[in-house]
């Protein structure tokens, strides 16, 4: 097994007014490729941090964070986003679409940094669209669709430009049991059917019995870490 | 341009917010288009004066005339080479509130020293046999309804004549085109002769003598020469170039470059604000989605440029609207008729609008640019 995400020591830290929060206290982790992983715990407990840092979003006070052979701590900001734009697909609580633009030019602004043309993006996005199956809800804006419809465009964004790593932060926070499902399911078929390697922050263990490992956080220390057979 | 769509998206996230400050920006450059305009319109009408030309007249005030017998002596200075001379005649037509911009003047010597202004030779033959003739330009003719052959009566509150009547018939043997000088210039001509011999008073004034001269670089020295002729008698001259002396008159309205540059400043600095606050507040609202842009791999400076095109967009796009409003101002009749048929919008108006709207949108849409720049993504998207 190869592993794509490594922490190694990676302790965080934050300003908060005069005082200095740590939030990560020295965490090691390695994630393999094509892994499903549930990051689970109490709030407070580093999950986001964690996720933010795996990202690129943030940056370690101390440690190296790898990921696809890539130490992105190091990395200036512009640097960073570059990296992002190349590797990393995001999925967030509150889906983050922009409200202007049509479910398929969400989907296609990621595939704006590419050097793709107009009619190689468009197809993408079509192919993408489908396969969340909201082909026919793409001239659609975002408030003209149901929280689990958003959601599965955000999923589309994620997953458009094709990135190593797709990470997830409370993807089902918002939704109904039943939507919820759906995402977790096409989430999951993502991970089975095209391989993609997740990384989901959770605070639902219905949501987290979809990964095929589990990680507990607890005080910004790993506190439990388990995998599960398919 | 495959942001574009990014950006006019942003731009129209607020309909009504885009729609009210792209309004107040087309109306501050329509204002600011008008103004300027006006002010390039008096300076093209200004410099198409020569200074081949002087006019001469009473140095206490051009109201209180000067003797014809000034006439022949200004005419013996070395390098003038023809004199006209004007005397205000002020009718209206058929009623007072109708004036008619009428001079008594030689019209033969007139049209020597105007050579720019075009007659034909049997119309200015037709004025010197017709004694109550009289010559008007093309466009006056056009808006009276007026033409060659017509006897018209034309009322005066200054010159009776000495029958005792108030009102002059006049003949109209001729038209003149005189668009070169724009609408400011006399559009009705009698002869100096009959009106000298019909009037009742004021026989011999002259309020301004028109002098033509062969060299455009002798006009001070012949200016010089004439005054000094004149000097400490009953009626001592002034003498001044054709455009010293339309400057002068247009300053007696205000100093209009002054009054334009001023309004135009305090509209621009107004709209400086409003446009700032407008992009400032509409980065504010979209920072979780500029936070979410940067996350999907968007560089600060590439976010930089997105907002500050959003400005750009709004103010080069509503300023170009405004100016192009103003230019179909200045082809409306009212202001051609100030101007002359050849003026439109000049084109440095246009390129100083733009810059303008480019620096506009420079410093309105640079502030929040920045900011949208500097944001942090972990913050922006916890809502801190």
């Known amino acids: 097994m190869t592993a794509i995400v490594s922490l190694r020591n990676v302790k965080k830290s934050y300003l908060r007014g005069k005082q200095t929060v740590e939030v990560l206290h020295g965490v090691d982790l390695e994630i393999q490729a094509s892994e499903f992983l549930g990051l689970m715990g109490p709030s407070g407990s580093g999950k986001t941090t964690m996720l933010n840092l795996i990202a690129g979003l943030d940056q370690p006070t101390s440690g190296e964070v790898v990921v696809s052979d890539k130490r992105i701590d190091k990395l200036s900001r512009g640097a960073l986003a570059d990296w992002r734009a190349r590797h990393i697909g995001f999925i967030f609580q509150f889906y983050n679409l922009l409200p202007v633009l049509t479910a398929e030019a969400n989907v296609e602004v990621p595939l704006l940094l590419t050097n793709l043309s107009r009619a190689q993006r468009r197809e993408r996005v079509q192919t993408v669209l489908q396969l969340v199956g909201l082909a026919d809800r793409a001239k659609h804006k975002p408030n003209e669709l149901s929280g689990g419809q958003q959601q599965r465009v955000a999923i589309a964004r994620a997953i458009v430009a094709d990135p190593t790593l797709l990470v997830c932060d409370e993807p089902t926070g918002d939704l109904d049991r039943q939507s919820a499902e759906e995402i977790m399911n096409l989430l999951q078929a993502l991970n089975r059917t095209q391989g993609k390697t997740i990384v989901m922050v959770t605070h639902d263990p219905r949501a987290a019995e979809y990964a095929s490992r589990e990680l507990h956080l607890d005080k910004g220390q790993l506190a439990h870490d388990a995998r599960r057979v398919a | ?384």
């Open chain 2, 1 to 384: 341009m495959k942001y574009f769509s990014l950006v006019w998206a942003g731009l129209w996230r607020k309909r009504t917010r885009t729609v009210f400050t792209m309004l107040s920006i087309v109306v501050a450059f329509l204002l600011f288009g008008l103004l300027q305009g006006i002010n390039q319109g008096f300076n093209t009408v200004t410099s198409n004066l020569d200074v081949d030309r002087l006019y001469v007249s009473a140095k206490t005030n051009m109201t209180d005339g000067l003797p014809i017998a000034h006439l022949n002596r200004i005419k013996s200075v070395p390098g003038v080479r023809a004199v006209s001379l004007w005397t205000y005649f002020g009718g209206f037509y058929q009623k007072a509130q109708d004036p008619l911009p009428a001079f008594a003047t030689d019209a033969q010597q007139l049209f020597s020293v105007y050579k720019d202004i075009k007659i034909k030779p049997e119309y200015l033959e037709a004025m010197r046999k017709t004694r109550t003739g009289v010559l008007l330009s093309e466009q006056l003719a056009k808006q009276r309804g007026w033409k060659v052959g017509d006897h018209i009566p034309v009322g005066t509150s200054i010159w009776t004549k000495k029958d005792g009547s108030s009102t002059w018939d006049f003949d109209i043997v001729g038209t003149f085109d005189v668009s070169k000088y724009g609408a400011g210039f006399p559009a009705f001509y009698l002869n100096y002769d009959y009106f000298n011999e019909a009037s009742a008073f004021g026989q011999g004034v002259v309020h301004y003598y028109i002098v033509g001269i062969d060299d455009p670089h002798q006009a001070m020295r012949i200016s010089q020469q004439i005054d000094a002729l004149f000097a400490n008698s009953t009626y001592e001259t002034q003498t001044q170039t054709e455009s010293a002396l339309a400057v002068m008159q247009l300053k007696q309205l205000g100093d209009i470059n002054f009054i334009a540059n001023a309004i135009v400043g305090a509209v621009l600095f107004t709209l400086l604000f409003l446009t700032a606050n407008t992009m400032m507040q509409s980065v504010r609202e979209r920072t979780a989605e500029l936070a979410v842009l940067k996350t999907l791999g968007f560089a600060d400076g590439k976010v930089l440029l997105l907002v500050l095109t959003e400005a750009l967009l709004l103010c080069l796009f509503a300023g170009m609207v405004g100016l192009a409003l103003s230019s179909l101002v200045f082809e409306t009749p009212a202001l051609r008729q100030i101007f002359g048929d050849d003026f439109s919008m000049p084109l440095v108006v246009i390129v100083m609008g733009a810059g303008m709207a480019l620096l506009l949108a420079l410093v309105s849409g640079l502030p929040p640019a920045w900011r949208a720049r500097q944001l942090n993504i972990v913050d922006a998207l916890a809502g801190r």
